[in-house]
């Protein structure tokens, strides 16, 4: 049986406990288990044992280079069933300061923030299926600034989003 889905991610931080009370007041995580130095923590709604598992290295880290002058990973992204929660989300990142983009890639609807330690993550909305039109389709060949009030408008802000939206 081939690779269904991520089911968590694991970051190397410098404090434990702030990036602890960053994820859950930024997106709502919930601390499952912990230990010095280490917290594994679940988003609202999720059925993996864990999404997030968080390892203490210490003030003294160096911010991550990846992208920039080694390689490594990007960004982590996860996904929200509204656009009425991606703009709930999307205040509250304001507030902390930690939200730098918004974009609209047609068929996803995606912000994109920084957490204490400088790591980017996304949060995203996908289109559902059934309102995949051609010209959604066409809209994918570049990407443009996002509207969450046009978007709402739209789409509607309750319209549950595609889950894995492939076309």
């Known amino acids: ?56 290295v210490g003030p003294q880290a160096a911010a991550s280079e990846a992208g920039r002058a080694t390689v490594g990973l990007y960004h982590l992204a996860w996904e929200v069933d509204t656009l009425q929660e991606l703009e709930r989300i999307a205040l509250r990142l304001q507030e902390m300061g930690a939200l730098v983009g918004a974009s609209d890639h047609s068929t996803t609807k995606a912000l994109y923030a920084k957490d204490p330690d400088g790591l ?14 051609d010209e959604v389709l066409a809209g994918r060949s570049s990407i443009q600034p996002l509207d969450l009030a046009k978007e709402i408008e739209t789409y509607g802000g309750r319209t549950k989003g595609g889950v894995g939206v492939s076309v």
Do not use: C, K
């Not at 980017?120 to 039109?133: C, K, Q």
């Open 1 to 56: 049986m081939p690779v269904q889905r991520l089911n968590h991610a694991v970051l190397y931080v410098r404090d434990v406990e702030r990036s602890v009370t960053f994820y859950r007041d930024a997106l709502g995580f919930q601390v499952v288990m912990s230990m010095p130095g280490a917290a594994f923590l679940q988003a609202d709604g999720s059925s993996n044992d864990h999404d997030l598992g968080l390892f203490q």
């Open 120 to 133: 980017e993550f996304e949060v995203s909305w996908l289109v559902p299926a059934a309102l995949i039109t």
